[in-house]
């Protein structure tokens, strides 16, 4: 992962217009948090600018629900290879998610947010259960929702909770930030030939098998109407540009 120092990405500047997607559901991957440099699985600095990137489009009006990976701590399908039950591999990964959001949670006060930890699976002495009913009314509230523990299922992935999650919040958008500013036909880190898509239809992403998020996260918001922005987290101003509807990133939909 970059230095923060670099973390930013130039871009044009955004345009001044209203605010196109009020409601969001903001799918965050848990290497983002981590420190390749330093090998810690939380990095203070990147979970601060995070934090502080949140906080401009909650100031701007817009309501937030976080979905987190766990993968900077444990990821299940490298659990298997190493021997670990999948069941057993997979809750290991909801617990790492749910560590996460106690993480972000933290971040966010810290930068003046409202924000609480829901989880899929009960535990009380942590963090309150997911109430679909409560969420909602919380985000109206203003406060952060971020929702940890995946589905509370094995076999799913956090892709598949962030598109349930999104369905049950009723989000105008899903928003996948990550490292790379797009869907491309191929890896682009790996094929200097692979194109971007700026729009794509849920129907060829799912025919194509994009991998950038599983095929049950794509058939959720296909089936609900809820468009999914792949973009750079890292970029500018990126996620204060994407709510307000500019041209960023891929969108499905």
Known sequence: MRNVKKIEKQAAPAKARKIKHKRILLKLSGEALGSRETGECLDAKKLSYMAGEVAKIRKAGVEVAIVLGGGNIFRGLK???????????????????????????????????PARVMTAREMPSVAEAFVQEKA?????????????????????????????????IH??????????????????????????????????????????????????????SIPIVVFDFFEKDALMRVVKGDKVGTTVG
């Open 79 to 113: 659990g298997i290879e190493g021997g670990v039950d999948r069941v057993t591999g997979d809750t290991m990964g909801m617990l790492a998610t749910i560590i996460n959001a106690l993480a972000m949670m933290n971040a966010l006060r810290a930068s003046g947010v």
């Open 136 to 168: 909602v009314k919380l985000l109206a509230a203003g406060e952060v929702v971020i929702i940890a523990g995946g589905t509370g299922n094995p076999y799913f992935s956090t892709d598949s909770a962030s598109a349930l999650r999104a369905c049950e």
């Open 171 to 224: 989000a105008d958008a899903l928003l996948k930030a990550t490292n790379v500013d797009g869907i491309y036909t191929a890896d682009p880190k790996k094929d200097p030939t692979a194109t971007k898509f700026d729009s794509i239809k849920y129907e060829t992403a799912l025919e194509k098998r994009l991998k950038v998020m599983d095929a049950a996260a794509f058939a959720l918001c296909m089936e609900n």
